[in-house]
T-cell receptor, first 114, second 115 residues
Framework: DAGVTQSPTHLIKTRGQQVTLRCSPKSGHDTVSWYQQALGQGPQFIFQYYEEEERQRGNFPDRFSGHQFPNYSSELNVNALLLGDSALYLC?????????????FGQGTRLTVV | AQSVTQLGSHVSVSEGALVLLRCNYSSSVPPYLFWYVQYPNQGLQLLLKYTTGATLVKGINGFEAEFKKSETSFHLTKPSAHMSDAAEYFCAVSGGQGGSEKLVFGKGTKLTVNP
């Protein structure tokens, strides 16, 4: 079982650019959630995707958007990057369709905006 | 609304000593409570969770936590610290298992274990 995989592991972008982060859920899972973890802080919920729809959303601006594909993998897109978007972005997968399980986290993508 | 407060951003113990990491929560619905561990440059690994039933929860690596509703607490303990326990620990609350409902995390406690 490969677990939750995220790519890339590290990324450096310039302010104003756009970025796409990718997540493959644990085998058998149908739901993907994204979290932002700023340095020295706990993770903060961005949004959750289930059945290719955004199911829940945290307090993040519209610059943050996502997508879920039929194979349950997901992308997180951030437009017009700000220095404050520098953080570890964590993807978590779970099974919701047939009874809820806890969230399993990937290793994260470290985004640095310069 | 839900929130988590972790008392102490840094805790230092000697190897073999008791580990106690404090977590207090606020929740408008019956809470599901979690402790996660994060090693440097890693994601989060679930240590243990409280859903319903027994209030003393045992997890991996010898950790346990007790849900105390009257104190709105979910403190994490381990009788004897090991060097490999050095990491950052996050307490989280959710309205569900954490898979279907969002997790609300505390700011974390960094545990240092001294030889």
């Amino acid at each position: 079982d490969a677990g939750v995989t995220q790519s890339p592991t590290h990324l450096i972008k310039t302010r104003g650019q756009q970025v796409t982060l990718r997540c493959s859920p644990k085998s058998g899972h149908d739901t993907v959630s994204w979290y932002q973890q700023a340095l020295g802080q706990g993770p903060q919920f961005i949004f959750q995707y289930y059945e290719e729809e955004e199911r829940q959303r945290g307090n993040f601006p519209d610059r943050f958007s996502g997508h879920q594909f039929p194979n349950y993998s997901s992308e997180l897109n951030v437009n017009a990057l700000l220095l404050g978007d520098s953080a570890l972005y964590l993807c978590a997968s779970s099974l919701v369709g047939q009874g809820s399980t806890e969230a399993f986290f990937g290793q994260g993508t470290r985004l640095t905006v310069v | 609304a839900q929130s988590v407060t972790q008392l102490g951003s840094h805790v230092s113990v000697s190897e073999g000593a008791l580990v106690l990491l404090r977590c207090n929560y606020s929740s408008s619905v019956p809470p599901y409570l979690f402790w996660y561990v994060q090693y440097p440059n890693q994601g989060l690994q679930l240590l243990l969770k409280y859903t319903t039933g027994a209030t003393l929860v045992k997890g991996i690596n010898g950790f346990e936590a007790e849900f105390k509703k009257s104190e709105t607490s979910f403190h994490l303990t381990k009788p004897s610290a090991h060097m490999s326990d050095a990491a950052e620990y996050f307490c989280a609350v959710s309205g569900g298992q954490g898979g279907s409902e969002k997790l609300v995390f505390g700011k974390g406690t960094k545990l240092t274990v001294n030889p």
